[in-house]
């Protein structure tokens, strides 16, 4: 079993930064992929940012060059930096890791808010 605590999430101002942290602890042999997804009200949870153990990133489009993911493999971490905030960034941030056995493991969530 993967534990995962994440921490980071508030209010921002339109244009701020935040950066999102996300730890995993417990029965972990290899984490493979890391990453961050995102579910506002009424829509589905969708992918933000994936990094691999072999440090391929993948971003949505809308975050692509506001957004940076990366991870610190030694403290089991992956990182969401996010620039140039806007309200429609505004949802519940996850963390997900999938293990090397393919199992995946979700955080409890982190509220982004985006507002002035």
């Known amino acids: 079993q993967v534990q995962l605590v994440e921490s980071g999430g508030g209010l921002v101002q339109p244009g701020g930064s935040l950066r999102l942290s996300c730890a995993a602890s417990?029965?972990?042999?290899?984490?493979?992929?890391m990453g961050w997804y995102r579910q506002a009200p009424g829509i589905q949870r969708k992918s933000v940012a994936t990094?691999?153990?072999?440090?391929?990133?993948t971003y949505a489009d809308s975050v692509k060059g506001r957004f940076t993911v990366s991870r610190d493999n030694a403290k089991n971490t992956v990182y969401l930096q996010m620039n140039s905030l806007k309200p429609e960034d505004t949802a519940v941030y996850y963390c997900?890791?999938?293990?090397?056995?393919?199992?995946?493991?979700w955080g409890q969530g982190t509220q982004v808010t985006v507002s002035s």
């Open positions: 997900n890791v999938v293990t090397s056995m393919g199992t995946s493991y």
């Open positions: 990094v691999t153990s072999g440090g391929t990133t």
């Open positions: 417990g029965s972990i042999f290899s984490l493979n992929r």
